[in-house]
């Protein structure tokens, strides 16, 4: 079958770096999509890897290791409104998108 | 710039009851889809549209149904709603160069 783990909940202080994993098992692989998602919101497009390697954009960084089926978003210098949901998703071989839970990130002062 | 519409935003609906959540977009996007989020789960898609005239179903299609008789609306039916479809419904569709989702806000729906 195919799965997408990703922590439940993390808690971080503000200013501080945060990193969010995500490791998959999927059927063919087409790319990894990182979402954010206030609560009570939809989601919004924070990154896509379908490479190797790191993505930088601002304070958020997302890295890929296809070989190891796994990825992680990287925050930066937290705010208190870094705190959402962040969802990782890969796209499989039929091009479909598997989510995973999501991860609720708590920032603290 | 509108992107998606949703609507109801928030619905309180008797099992047995028919229901139809619309979704509207304004990009041109030829994709669209409908997905359920639950707590503790990922999003699930229900039913999707690659193209105007066509439709197919996602990983939880029973109970509901869509159509796609033009490029920008997606409505998405429950013919008779039962408890477990109790969920936040949203509507996205796909840019074409990355596969980014835009999301509608969202539809809660409450089927007792």
């Known amino acids: 079958g195919q799965n997408i783990d990703q922590p439940t909940e993390m808690t971080a202080t503000e200013g501080a770096i945060v990193q969010i994993n995500c490791t998959y098992q999927t059927s063919g692989f087409n ?16 990154s896509y890897n379908v490479l190797d390697g790191l993505e930088e954009k601002g304070r958020f960084s997302s890295f890929l290791s296809r070989s190891k089926g796994y990825s992680y978003l990287l925050l930066k210098e937290l705010q208190m409104k870094d705190s959402a949901s962040y969802l990782c998703a890969v796209r499989d071989s039929n091009y479909q ?12 002062p | 710039t509108a992107g998606i519409t949703q609507a109801p935003t928030s619905q309180i609906l008797a099992a047995g009851r028919s229901m139809t959540l619309r979704c509207t977009q304004d990009m041109r996007h030829n994709a ?81």
Not at chain 1, 97 to 108: D, E, F, P, S
Not at chain 2, 54 to 59: D, I, S
């Open chain 2, 32 to 112: 669209m889809y409908w997905y359920r989020q639950d707590l503790g789960l990922g999003l699930r898609l229900i039913h999707y549209s690659n193209t105007a005239g066509t439709t197919g179903k996602g990983e939880v299609p029973d109970g509901y149904s869509v159509s796609r008789a033009n490029t920008d609306d997606f409505p998405l039916t429950l013919a008779s709603a039962v408890p477990s479809q109790t969920s936040v419904y949203f509507c996205a569709s796909t840019g074409r160069d990355t596969g980014e989702l835009f999301f509608g806000e969202g539809s809660r729906l409450t089927v007792l």
């Open chain 1, 97 to 108: 998108l598997i989510w995973g839970a999501g991860t609720k990130l708590i920032i603290k």
């Open chain 1, 31 to 46: 790319g990894l999509f990182w979402y954010q998602q206030h609560a009570g919101e939809a989601p919004t497009f924070l």
